[in-house]
């Protein structure tokens, strides 16, 4: 059993900034990459950012520049930090855990919304 809560979503303003943040317990030992994704109204899920144990990262193209992925592997805890947010960039975040960072996460958290305002 794997567990993961997230934190920190909610409502801005477009150019605003939130930082999200996920802690993993239960059984991670064999899982080495973590990430976010996110679904937005109407649209699959999607990839935003991963990253493995040893700090190689995956970002999708439109949040490139914007968004920072990071990890405190003694916490088990990933983190996202989201600048100049986008109207588009509206949509329920996921946590996830798996088993590469180029593809979907076998493990997932509940979600949280993040909802920007133009």
């Known amino acids: 059993q794997v567990q993961l809560v997230e934190s920190g979503g909610g409502l801005v303003q477009s150019g605003g900034s939130l930082r999200l943040s996920c802690a993993a317990s239960?059984?991670?030992?064999?899982?080495?990459?973590m990430g976010w994704y996110r679904q937005a109204p109407g649209k699959q899920r999607e990839l935003v950012a991963a990253?493995?144990?040893?700090?190689?990262?995956n970002y999708a193209d439109s949040v490139k520049g914007r968004f920072t992925i990071s990890r405190d592997n003694a916490k088990n805890t990933v983190y996202l930090q989201m600048n100049n947010l986008k109207p588009e960039d509206t949509a329920v975040y996921y946590c996830?855990?798996?088993?590469?960072?180029?593809?979907?996460?076998?493990?997932w958290g509940q979600g949280t919304q993040v909802t920007v305002s133009s």
């Open positions: 239960g059984s991670i030992s064999s899982i080495n990459n």
């Open positions: 996830g855990v798996g088993y590469s960072i180029w593809s979907q996460a076998a493990y």
């Open positions: 990253i493995s144990s040893g700090g190689t990262t």
